[in-house]
């Protein structure tokens, strides 16, 4: 199995370098690198034989395979593209190469306790400074500098750094469901949409809360029950054997009933894990039966151009039996007025 | 011709998001995207007709292609997985699609005056941060801190963010040319590697320096300025027309002829852009010649385990005589001592 992800190359053997490829056969695996990552190969993965290029990644994979006279090749077709298939064909022929969906992916989405340490003190990370940085708001700061502002704080407090592009989104920005941190200065009474996370070894974590700086707008208020109580209806029917897509449903529900079904117009929540967007998937569309051990965001969400949005966001274990909120930031409606 | 490549996209048509596509039709074009982007489309790309899909790409795209009877559609071989083209043929039919390799590379790779405008602005940027930097370095400080503080700083001075993972390497760790700054602490009379970039508009810059507080070891200085001597022969290298592989020839014959060709194991440098790798390469393999607009890294370095390593890059661009460095930071030795 030729492995072309660098993400799975990290979960298999804690390699973080790019450009490289890993070669599995059997009992044993191959790194194929380049001078650039010895050092660090030798100090992350020891045990592992690896092979430094000076040419292509094909140049080195290439005498391996004649010489191993391997005659069957797994590749990833998630992540191997048309280019890099044209180049293997080419120099190892079209029938050595068995395209295979991702076998890695169920083994990744389940998480074991040592990747479970590393999400959970992402999300303690993540807490500790949004905690500061809500307590830190003032008229006139921008969207940016508060981004920048809890970056900063998530890397001191021992982060790798944020999991993703932080969104910091004020007033209407806040309908955006991917906004930028702008110039937008923030007002008197203005709305705050935080939606970020930390990444720590390499796992990721990822939040969302949207506070008011006094009293909420009142459709503003009446949108943020409704998305609460669809929060609330899909942790709830999280537990090891239900369908994703009935877990999404479960939010879905309310929020259609509400009348706001096509201000709802992303999925429910997604796994996170070396990825800040990977398998399960919790939509309309997703596949498959939740397991114990899967980590899932349960983010629902109703956006009103020219108005604001409101999404609550928080990150979830299914157990054996049912589920646990990884995260504890409160998100009653009371506590989002601050 | 369908873009399947987030970057292009944004080349093309300014839309930053992601999970879209683009569907370019002679002289009009398609975004295919969702509801989480809408309102960004509208404001980014008013004057492009979009179509929000509830299901998948593919379902958005197949009554496209039916509808207009599309016999013919370009994919990008470098940015289309085998899982993705499975997809479109299954869909679609074999006959439609045509892999190409990435017409807009070249496009991409001559820079116009407001890419150069945005380049400019994130070198200014990280230079004025380096320099508050590196007056505050002082004895204790970890390698992390300074990694956040900087990238912070290029926040908070106007950058979108860090251009790739920021390093920041002390004494024997500058000799891994991927570091990732982790809990060593800075001594006194210690070496430090900054590599690190600034983004503006989307827009990338890349530099290193490697600074030591005091004297440096004997060994260290001789590497110092055999890679300052070959970073200045491969700059007076660029003009338009001359040959990539020459341009880093022209570096690595100085660091070879020095008994420390072993020790310098990557490419020369690469173009920077919207993305901080991207063509052309400046490599032993390095394909084509250089041109007017062309912006590229020139990054030589000599890595010795346990010791250290020293690496010196600058931003040039190939201009119509000849070239122009782009960046303006010191790099003699006597500047390196701090």
Request: overall charge neutral.
């Amino acid at each position: 199995m030729l492995v072309t992800n660098t993400v799975d190359i990290r979960y298999l053997t804690g390699f973080r370098g790019d450009d490289s490829w890993l070669m599995v056969l059997g009992r044993t695996a191959i790194v194929i690198s380049d001078s650039r990552f010895e050092e660090e190969l030798a100090v992350t993965c020891p045990y592992l034989p690896t092979v430094m290029r000076r040419g292509l990644l094909i140049d080195a994979l290439e005498p391996m395979v004649r010489d191993r006279r391997l005659r069957r090749i797994g590749i990833q077709a998630g992540h191997t593209t048309l280019r890099q298939h044209d180049v293997l064909v080419k120099r190892l022929g079209q029938r050595r190469f068995k395209s295979t969906v991702d076998w890695l992916l169920d083994q990744r989405t389940v998480k074991d306790d040592q990747e479970l340490r590393h999400i959970r003190r992402a999300i303690r990370i993540q807490q500790e400074a949004y905690e500061v940085v809500v307590g830190e708001l003032k008229t006139g700061v921008t969207e940016r500098a508060v981004a920048a502002r809890l970056d900063h704080l998530m890397r001191e407090m021992g982060a790798d750094g944020p999991s993703f592009e932080t969104i910091v989104a004020f007033d209407a920005n806040s309908s955006l469901p991917h906004a930028v941190p702008g110039d937008t200065k923030l007002c008197r009474g203005g709305l705050v949409l935080f939606d970020f996370g930390a990444k720590v070894e390499g796992y990721c974590s990822d939040l969302t809360r949207v506070v008011s700086r006094g009293r909420m707008a009142p459709k503003l208020r009446e949108i943020y029950l409704i998305v609460l109580a669809a929060q609330h209806a899909a942790i709830s029917a999280i537990r090891p054997g239900v369908r994703m897509k009935d877990v999404d449903a479960a939010a879905r529900r309310i929020i259609d009933d509400a009348g706001y079904g096509e201000q709802f117009g992303h999925g429910l929540g997604h796994g996170i894990g070396l990825e800040i967007h990977e398998e399960p998937s919790l939509s309309p569309r997703g596949k498959g039966k939740l397991a114990p051990g899967h980590v899932v965001t349960v983010e629902p969400g109703i956006y009103l151009p020219g108005v604001g949005g409101i999404r609550i966001e928080d990150d979830v274990l299914v157990t054996a039996t049912g589920r646990r909120v990884l995260s504890s930031l409160p998100r009653d409606l009371d506590s989002a007025i601050i």
